[in-house]
Each structure stands twice: as structure tokens, then as C-alpha cells.
């Protein structure tokens, strides 16, 4: 009997109870949320601090000021709600779409590949892929161990390598530079 978990990916984490029913406020981690959180979904649910995983099954789902208001089956009232507070919902890996589009990536796909400057020497090492209103970064751990975040668009970033496990990164002059 294979005891390897699979391998389960973040796509969205609950911030906080609205109002006084059991709905939650959830921050969204995917690019398909419509999908995600359809009524009837069942994601994963890792609450702060647990290792393990529960269901979570979607009851409803709408926008509410760039975030989702949910309902959750089984989540009635606000205490209720409450104790769900910082729990990362989950799909497993293989639940993904794949993709015909040679430039779009998972997260699970850049983080951990090594980091290299044009001329081929190591810059660091994706630790994670950071999702921010204006767009993507990339979160390198160079090799002193700070953390450089670098945007994640074709000027900054022009070849990504998967087979190769690598990425190669044009920053602007001093992004990577240690702070004196």
C-alpha cells in the first residue's frame, strides 16, 4: 500500500466570518474560482495548525469586495464559522486543468526550480509564487538566504524551463543586490 499523500495545492483560505449565519469571508488562491467554488464542490480543508485534511463542500458562492463570501455545508452560525478562521482549502494536484498554453504555469510547477541570471550564474530558488492585485511574483530564497521578489512578466522572467528545472531571470540593475 503506497502511504504517499498526494500532492494538495491551495485555492483559497478563509479569513473571517460575515455576518451572523455561517458564511465566510475566503480569500481566493486560484484563477478559477467560478469553478472552485461551485455549489456542490468538495475541497480539501487544513485548519491552522492541523496536519490533516476534512472535506469542505461548497453550499453557495458569491463576490463580495474582491473575495467570496461562501456557505459551507455543515457551517451554520458565526461560532461556527469562527473556528474554520485561517483554514486553507485545498485541491489535490491531479484536480487541475491542464493547459495548451506553453506560458502559463501552476504554482506547484515554479516552486522549487533554480533561478539563474541570463549569463548562467545561480540567482536562488523559487520558494513561492506570491499573488498580488497587480499581478504575480516570484519569491527567490538567493543563496545568503534573503528573499527577492521578482514580477513575473516576460521582460523580467524570459525562459522558464520545466524539464531543466529552471528560470531564468533579466532583473533590473540592483534587485538582487544585498542591502548595505
Known sequence: MD?????????????????????LVVEVRTDSPELRFAPGSVLGMRRRGAHAS??????????????????????????????LRGALLTVTADELESTDDPDEFHDHQLEG????????????????????????LLAVR???????LVPFVSEMVPEIDL????????????LFDAEE
Open 3 to 23: 502511504d504517499k499523500q498526494p500532492l494538495t495545492l491551495a485555492v483559497g483560505r478563509i479569513v473571517r466570518p460575515h455576518g451572523v449565519r455561517g458564511e
Open 54 to 83: 476534512e472535506n469542505f463542500t461548497v453550499a453557495a458562492a458569491r463576490p463580495h469586495a474582491g473575495r467570496l463570501l461562501v456557505r459551507a455545508e455543515g457551517v451554520e452560525g458565526r461560532e461556527a464559522a469562527e473556528e
Open 113 to 136: 526550480l533554480r533561478v539563474v541570471f541570463p549569463a548562467g550564474e545561480e540567482a536562488g530558488v523559487v520558494a513561492e509564487v506570491v499573488h498580488t492585485p497587480a499581478g504575480e
Open 142 to 148: 538567493t543563496p545568503d538566504d534573503r528573499e527577492v
Open 163 to 174: 524539464e531543466a528545472g529552471r528560470i531564468v531571470v533579466d532583473p533590473p540593475e540592483g
